[in-house]
């Protein structure tokens, strides 16, 4: 079956990094976009970046522009987000998500448009 499952969450120091990772299991994982949503408590899981299936676009929410990267290592079923400068808004419950359309160049923000999500893994910001 599908399946995602995310790690590397854990306690940063604000101004700090970490990365994320997802593996990825069940279906052929380059055939589809990825995507990285995120939910902190008693708030809506917000979309904080997304990847095409071939790793040639990437889309990311305005407020981690230049701090945070998402990239895809279709040979380890693998995506991750590198989060940089780390601000305390940042803390959440991260979540992976499996893009719906095979082959899909376009990077959507929308959580309709992921059919597999992964269990999630928590980053807490400390300032």
């Known amino acids: 079956q599908v399946k995602l499952v995310e790690s590397g969450g854990g306690l940063v120091q604000t101004g700090g990094s970490v990365r994320l990772s997802c593996v990825a299991s069940?279906?052929?994982?380059?055939?589809?976009?990825m995507g990285w949503f995120r939910q902190a408590p008693g708030k809506e899981r917000d979309f904080v970046a997304g990847i095409s299936w071939s790793g040639g676009s990437t889309y990311y929410r305005d407020s981690v522009k230049g701090r945070f990267t998402i990239s895809r290592d279709n040979a380890r079923n693998t995506v991750y987000l590198q989060m940089n400068s780390l601000k305390t808004e940042a803390a959440a419950l991260y979540y992976c998500a499996w893009g719906a359309i095979k082959y899909s160049e376009y990077v959507s923000p929308t959580a309709f448009s992921y059919d597999y999500w992964g269990q999630g893994t928590q980053v807490t910001v400390s300032s």
């Open positions: 069940g279906r052929t994982f380059s055939d589809y976009p």
